[in-house]
């Protein structure tokens, strides 16, 4: 993803990356959900033989910003495979993205 991103107005956002957040959340599960106004994705660590699976993180989004960044994974997906080969994908289940 870009460092820097174009609002409509023509100024420049700076992204600010602090250090705590810079080394991230390893995730092999995703869980979304909707309602009216929003996305929820909860990002989970889902650790092979353990009966527990931790939420490492939750976003919430607009119904637009979830939409963005769909189109920001597909184009990232796309790029990805054209350099590296195609990505063979399990079938979610119930809504579920990951190993579970």
Do not use: C, W
């Not at 705590?20 to 869980?31: C, H, P, Q, R, T």
């Amino acid at each position: 993803m870009a460092n820097e991103k174009q609002p409509q107005n023509g100024n420049q956002l700076q992204i600010q990356l602090r250090p705590e957040i810079a080394d991230g959340k390893y995730s092999n599960l995703a869980m979304i959900g909707h309602g009216p106004n929003e996305f929820i994705i909860d990002f989970i660590f889902a650790a092979p033989g353990m009966p527990q699976a931790p939420v490492v993180s939750r976003m919430i989004m607009s119904p637009e910003n979830a939409k963005q960044l769909m189109y920001a994974l597909t184009d990232n997906v796309q790029k990805y495979e054209a350099q590296f080969g195609e990505i063979k994908p399990r079938t979610p289940r119930n809504g579920q993205i990951g190993n579970n």
